[in-house]
Nanobody, 124 residues
Framework: QVQLVESGGGLVQAGGSLRLSCAAS????????VSWFRQAEGKEREFLAFISWSGGNTYYADSVKGRFTVSRDNAKNTVYLQMNSLKPEDTAVYYC?????????????????WGQGTQVTVSS
């Protein structure tokens, strides 16, 4: 059983940066692939970024490609999402999700483990 806790959200002005962390406990986190999602009020959960268990493979949604970077430190059981050039439309609750086996589309929110989310608000 893996527990995930996101942190690093907050209020930032447009054009600013934030780094989110997803800290894991309770399992062999280094063997899990991780993705970041977000959900804005009244909208569906949206895929943002994926990182493989080793960190060797990453994949991004077009909406954040070139602005967001996903990375991980397996020694610290932590995955990061560096977010630059933030826009008001990036305002949402951000979630990390993990799974030991990705079947099918990694962009779908069908991961086994989820964090509780962290709020990111970008002011104009």
């Amino acid at each position: 059983q893996v527990q995930l806790v996101e942190s690093g959200g907050g209020l930032v002005q447009a054009g600013g940066s934030l780094r989110l962390s997803c800290a894991a406990s309770g399992g062999a986190f280094s063997t899990y692939a991780v993705s970041w999602f977000r959900q804005a009020e009244g909208k569906e959960r949206e895929f943002l970024a994926f990182i493989s268990w080793s960190g060797g493979n990453t994949y991004y949604a077009d909406s954040v490609k070139g602005r967001f970077t996903v990375s991980r430190d397996n020694a610290k059981n932590t995955v990061y999402l560096q977010m630059n050039s933030l826009k008001p439309e990036d305002t949402a609750v951000y979630y990390c999700a993990a799974d030991s086996l990705i079947n099918g589309d990694l962009r779908k929110p069908t991961y086994e483990y989820w964090g509780q989310g962290t709020q990111v608000t970008v002011s104009s």
